[in-house]
């Protein structure tokens, strides 16, 4: 049986084991730790399982993980996103469908700050929905706008994709947060759009809002100003060179806690609350991560990655042919398992193919989050989709109706990113 054989009967057992619902962490430590043995024996699989996770987890990119982790988990306590809300609702509710159109851009600012779709996806399910409810706003429109919304945390930075993807790919955090800011807000107006067009032809799905005076909306934005300037400060101490994403994230989260001091919505027990969670979450990651790596040593071992990169560039197609492919697989993927299993299993395996091909590192890693982003709220996993079906009681069924006009204008903005790929390198490069 041939090294590459191996790989992929490992990527196959992988599929299965997260499939029988097995811990993602576990799930990869077991098939890496197991390939070892097959290809080089129980001594090279120890030496592997006792130094390398450690070794890689030993770097500075890692620290990232747990300050942006306390920043969202701060975040998500306080009223922080019912003010974001507030400020979008105000601005943007009485236009067609404004309503959701608010939810989908306050889901932009919050992913802006949390980092993450699920904590996204559960504040604004229980901000959002009640609001959407009273208005008469159809299920299938209310629920998809929070579920599409949700994915754009992981776009705009600061991301734990981007994070992640940097650890896989030894690319800079900072570099890789700015190539997101862009496409994120291009991805907020076709959705703001989409919803538009969607309730300018069906007025039932989403009547206008109420009206606020000038004197309402002065006064919503009064209220997330001390969060707006949270965001510059992170995002423009990192594009600025001011600080590195490990420092920006902890100045975030000092951020976050002052303001939650300043409004006087943070105690004791809400603090220990977000530590505990802090350190569930940090520890789910690192847990991951160790598994990651454990699979990354058995991948490399049995040369799979070669092998693809082999094929891929003796295909007799064009790159934009070969890259299509590559969005299908993803689009496939994303209908199978989660976002961040299916990162840690493709872009080990397809990176050097991508190199080889002439595409550019920074830019890849936005394609492979925004195709995360397509396959959070693709049928028929769509995990976003299933948190709201569970916070809301509507039936999946409903929301992926809903979905359409937002996986319709997902499409088109990727579409877009490929044609013009100066919208996700351009911040990065002029750093």
Not at 186 to 206: H, P
Request: hydrophobic share 60%.
């Amino acid at each position: 049986m041939s090294m590459e054989l191996i790989g992929i009967l490992g990527v196959i057992a992988l599929i299965a084991l997260i499939c029988c619902r097995v811990w993602i962490g576990a799930a990869l430590g077991i098939v890496g730790f197991v390939g070892v043995i097959v290809l080089k024996g129980w001594t090279t699989a120890m030496g592997i399982v006792v130094s390398s996770p450690f070794t890689q987890l030993d770097n500075y990119t890692t620290t990232a993980i747990p300050m942006f982790t306390l920043m969202g988990m701060i975040i998500a306590e306080t009223s922080i996103g019912n003010n974001l809300f507030d400020f979008a609702n105000k601005f943007l509710g009485r236009q067609p469908g404004g309503v959701a159109s608010a939810t989908v851009f306050a889901s932009g600012l919050m992913g802006a700050i949390t980092g993450s779709d699920n904590v996204s996806c559960v504040i604004m399910s229980k901000m959002a929905l009640p609001e959407l409810k009273k208005l008469r706003y159809h299920d299938s429109l209310s629920c998809a706008s929070v579920a599409a919304g949700a994915p754009l945390a992981i776009l705009i930075p600061p991301s734990m994709a981007f994070i992640m993807y940097a650890m896989l790919t030894e690319k800079s955090v900072g570099t890789l947060f700015m190539a997101g800011i862009i496409p994120g807000i291009v991805m907020v107006i076709a959705f703001i759009l989409a919803i538009t067009i969607a309730c300018v032809k069906n007025k039932e799905l989403g009547p206008k809002g109420d009206k606020f005076t000038r004197k309402e909306k002065l006064k919503s934005l009064v209220g997330v100003i001390p969060t707006l300037i949270l965001f510059v400060i992170v995002l423009g101490s990192i594009y600025m060179g001011w600080c590195t994403a490990t420092e920006a994230g902890a100045l975030g989260a000092l951020g976050a806690f002052i303001i939650s001091l300043i409004k006087r919505e943070m105690t004791l027990k809400k603090l220990r609350v977000i530590l505990v969670e802090t350190v569930l979450s940090v520890g789910f990651v690192l847990f991951m991560l160790v598994g990651t790596f454990i699979f990354i040593k058995f991948v490399a071992l049995s040369k799979l990655p070669m092998a693809i990169t082999s094929l891929v560039i003796s295909i007799q197609a064009p790159r934009a042919v070969i890259l299509v492919m590559i969005a299908l697989m993803y689009v496939i993927l994303g209908m199978l398992m989660p976002q961040i299993p299916m990162m840690i299993l493709t872009v080990p395996l397809l990176y050097p193919a991508v190199l080889q091909l002439g595409y550019d590192p920074i830019w890849f890693g936005v394609f492979v989050v925004m195709m995360m982003a397509l396959g959070a709220i693709s049928p028929p996993i769509g995990m976003d989709a299933f948190i709201v079906s569970g916070i809301s009681k509507v039936p999946v069924t409903t929301i992926y109706k809903g979905l359409v006009p937002f996986i319709v204008a997902d499409v088109i903005v990727i579409v877009l990113c490929c044609l013009i790929p100066e919208i996700v390198t351009f911040l990065p490069y002029v750093m």
